[in-house]
T-cell receptor, first 110, second 116 residues
Framework: LAKTTQPISMDSYEGQEVNITCSHN???????ITWYQQFPSQGPRFIIQGYKTKVTNEVASLFIPADRKSSTLSLPRVSLSDTAVYYC???????????FGKGTTLSVSS | GAVVSQHPSRVICKSGTSVKIECRSL??????MFWYRQFPKKSLMLMATSNEGSKATYEQGVEKDKFLINHASLTLSTLTVTSAHPEDSSFYIC????????????FGAGSRLTVL
């Protein structure tokens, strides 16, 4: 399984755009990139998933360069409620992306 | 959307007793469920993969006799922590893949176990 590396922590202010980059140098051809959000004492929640280029949904965008060795989760105009841990997982579809890295703790201040 | 329910959300028990945690898929059938453990300020650690109708597959270092997993139906998997000790105190989270064609994990809300 591809190993992922993310910054341990990031700080931001309300209203700013936050970009969290994840490195996955040994990503395999069949691997997808999935991001989860976790609040304290809760289970992780799916944010977004992509294979290449750009994916956008109502809460985030995911940018994946052509070599797919990294990906960037973009959160537009963050609020205090976006303070959480964000995990990047890499694996094949249907649940093989099971191994969590250390995640990025995002702290949003007013 | 797919919902995974976990019960209980919090449990406190005495050392030496056993505790059962239930994980249910409410609106889909889950042939496979996964159990994670999370210590404070740490990431999730995969404990085992639970397959309906067969034995669970445990990750290296996880004691299968300590953490009994049963997946008797397509909507229910249980984790029993046997003869619990204080070091078993942790946050336990289950997850499932929401059916054929689904490609993400749906997680339960987690169960906080405290062993006194």
């Amino acid at each position: 399984l591809a190993k992922t590396t993310q910054p341990i922590s990031m700080d931001s202010y309300e209203g700013q755009e936050v970009n969290i980059t994840c490195s996955h140098n040994n990503i395999a051809t069949n691997d997808y990139i999935t991001w989860y959000q976790q609040f304290p004492s809760q289970g992780p929640r799916f944010i977004i998933q992509g294979y290449k280029t750009k994916v956008t949904n109502e809460v985030a965008s995911l940018f994946i360069p052509a070599d797919r060795k990294s990906s960037t989760l973009s959160l537009p105009r963050v609020s205090l409620s976006d303070t959480a841990v964000y995990y990047c997982l890499v694996g094949e579809q249907a649940g093989t992306a099971l191994i969590f890295g250390k995640g990025t703790t995002l702290s949003v201040s007013s | 959307g797919a919902v995974v329910s976990q019960h209980p959300s919090r449990v406190i028990c005495k050392s030496g007793t056993s505790v059962k945690i239930e994980c249910r898929s409410l609106d889909f059938q889950a042939t496979t469920m996964f159990w994670y453990r999370q210590f404070p300020k740490k990431s999730l650690m995969l404990m085992a993969t639970s397959n309906e109708g067969s034995k669970a597959t445990y990750e290296q270092g996880v004691e299968k006799d300590k953490f009994l997993i049963n997946h008797a139906s397509l909507t229910l998997s249980t984790l029993t922590v046997t003869s619990a000790h204080p070091e078993d105190s942790s946050f336990y989270i289950c997850s499932a893949i929401a059916g054929p064609g689904a490609n993400v994990l749906t997680f339960g809300a987690g169960s906080r176990l405290t062993v006194l």
